[in-house]
Every structure is written in structure tokens, then in C-alpha cells.
């Protein structure tokens, strides 16, 4: 039996992500591009990571990790919006779609 689809088997080959795994720009795709990923891209386990869960603030709707560099916005419904752009952007890009 193969591994499922969207895994990588440990034989060093990759397999092709389920369609709904696949992440989608929202806007432009240059410096201030935002990035979206869908529910369930992130597996659970990763989110409940203490180390992880101290690092994200609570926002309205989620959580978010900002840095210097990057922002990520993940939402109580579970997608997810990261980009080189300012936490407000990214919930902009949310509240679209």
C-alpha cells in the first residue's frame, strides 16, 4: 500500500498534495503577496506545539505569528494567511475569502 495522497513516502520521492492542500495567492504575487492556504494544511499536532502556541498572539479570529519579516495569520476556522506584509493586510485577504 502507497502512502496517502499529499504525503511524502520515505523513500525520498514526493507525491502530488490533494487539490485542497494546495496554497492559493490572494492579490498580487510580488513582494506583498499573501498566500492562503486552506483548512486542515497545517496537521493539528504542529498548532498545539507549546514552543509554537507561546509564539502566536490572539487576534480577532485566530492567532498570528509576526515577525520582522513575515506574518502568519491562522484562523479559528483553520485557514491560514502568511505573506511579507502587515498583520492588517492579512486580515484584509481573510475577511475576502
Do not use: C, Y
Request: positive net charge; charged residues 15%; glycine residues 12%.
Amino acid at each position: 500500500m502507497g502512502p496517502k495522497q499529499g504525503s511524502a513516502p520515505h523513500d525520498g520521492s514526493t507525491t502530488r498534495p490533494s487539490a485542497g492542500a494546495l496554497p492559493a495567492h490572494a492579490g498580487s504575487r510580488g513582494w506583498d503577496s499573501v498566500v492562503r492556504l486552506p483548512a486542515g494544511s497545517i496537521p493539528p499536532s504542529v498548532l498545539s506545539n507549546q514552543q509554537i502556541a507561546q509564539a502566536l498572539q490572539p487576534v480577532p479570529g485566530g492567532r498570528a505569528l509576526t515577525t520582522s519579516l513575515v506574518n502568519i495569520l491562522i484562523l479559528d476556522d483553520g485557514r491560514i494567511f502568511a505573506g511579507m506584509v502587515p498583520l492588517d493586510r492579512l486580515e484584509s485577504a481573510a475577511a475576502a475569502g
